[in-house]
């Protein structure tokens, strides 16, 4: 079993930056696409970013293209989501996912671990 823990959600004014981390632990890293969902309230998870083992493979859905970058640290099982410029319409839960295998999908269903979620809110 793979477990995640994400850190650095909080709160930040439109224009700000927050960085936000995902530690793995419980399973070979190397051999997980690891991901960023987000949910706003009302709205459905979107799969916002995502990073292969080799960092061959890098999703980021157009809605954050230019402002978010996802980054992994293999020596450290941890996954990085990078976020700047935000917007009030980012602030959400993010929550970091990891599946087997080497290609990103943007649908919930197909990932297999997920963290408890973090907390971003954009102030205006």
């Known amino acids: 079993q793979v477990q995640l823990v994400e850190s650095g959600g909080g709160l930040v004014q439109a224009g700000g930056s927050l960085r936000l981390s995902c530690a793995a632990s419980?399973?070979?890293?190397?051999?997980?696409?690891m991901g960023w969902f987000r949910q706003a309230p009302g709205k459905e998870r979107e799969f916002v970013a995502g990073?292969?083992?080799?960092?061959?493979?890098?999703y980021l859905a157009d809605s954050v293209k230019g402002r978010f970058t996802t980054s992994r640290d293999n020596a450290k099982n941890t996954v990085y989501l990078q976020m700047n410029s935000l917007k009030p319409e980012d602030t959400a839960v993010y929550y970091c996912?990891?599946?087997?295998?080497?290609?990103?999908?943007?649908?919930?269903?197909?990932?297999?671990?997920w963290g408890q979620g973090t907390q971003v809110t954009v102030s205006s």
């Open positions: 419980g399973g070979t890293f190397s051999s997980y696409y």
């Open positions: 990073i292969s083992w080799s960092r061959s493979n890098i």
């Open positions: 996912v990891a599946r087997y295998g080497y290609r990103a999908y943007i649908s919930p269903e197909m990932y297999d671990y």
